[in-house]
């Protein structure tokens, strides 16, 4: 069965620095998503892409952060200068369609900024 | 707003025992409504959503309305059910996104 996978499991950078995180989604998906889970907290939407643009972002998804998919396979997000409160599990998912379908979610990677 | 709501950040049952993780939502709209459960070092994955009405591995939910609830329910807990359950929210309005409750632990223990 196909899986979203996500690349690095797990990465720790220092404050300031640029982070790539990579997702693969299932390939014949169009909907791609990116949520993050701060340590006991709730699993929180970031942003939704569809057709090479943003659907929608949360309020957490500011100027810090961007989304592409340089390839057509890769979905990367892109956080430009670290803070320590972007410490969390983030999670890529995607879906065939949109709304009131099935997402399928990645394992994620840990990010851990010092 | 749109909020999903676990009351119980933890739930421990004996195994054989009935089970019921509560989920309540607010939104606007016609929500969907679906329950995703996470096993130890392993994905988020789904369990059931309301509008397929199926039974996965036992559990079962139903979206009341008036209640604005949609509770998981099994009857007799097995030990492999241990894991993390969360209830999410997707609006017909909302571009896809997924709105997550706090999740509820459920531990059955032998």
């Known amino acids: 069965e196909p899986e979203v996978t996500q690349t690095p499991s797990h990465q720790v950078t220092q404050m300031g620095q640029e982070v790539i995180l990579r997702c693969v989604p299932i390939s014949n998906h169009l909907y791609f998503y990116w949520y993050r889970q701060i340590l006991g907290q709730k699993v929180e939407f970031l942003v939704s892409?569809?057709?090479?643009?943003?659907?929608?972002k949360s309020e957490i998804f500011d100027d810090q952060f961007s989304v592409e998919r340089p390839d057509g396979s890769n979905f990367t997000l892109k956080i430009r200068s670290t803070k320590l409160e972007d410490s969390a599990m983030y999670f890529c998912?995607?879906?065939?369609?949109?709304?009131?379908?099935?997402?399928?979610f990645g394992p994620g990677t840990r990010l851990l900024v010092l | 707003a749109q909020r999903v709501t676990q009351p119980e950040k933890l739930l421990s049952v004996f195994k054989g025992a009935p089970v019921e993780l509560k989920c309540n939502y607010s939104?606007?709209?016609?929500?969907?409504l679906f329950w995703y459960v996470q096993y130890s070092r392993q994905r988020l994955q789904l369990l059931l959503r309301h509008i397929s009405r199926e039974s996965i591995k036992g559990f079962t939910a139903d979206l009341n309305k008036g209640e604005t609830s949609f509770h998981l329910k099994k009857p007799f807990a097995q030990e492999e059910d241990s894991a993390m359950y969360y209830c999410?929210?997707?609006?017909?309005?909302?571009?896809?996104?997924?709105?997550f409750g706090q999740g509820t632990e459920l531990s059955v223990k032998p």
């Open positions: 939104y606007s709209g016609s929500p969907e």
């Open positions: 892409f569809y057709n090479n643009e943003i659907s929608e």
């Open positions: 998912a995607s879906s065939g369609a949109l709304g009131k379908e099935t997402q399928y």
């Open positions: 999410a929210l997707s609006g017909s309005n909302q571009g896809g996104k997924l709105i």
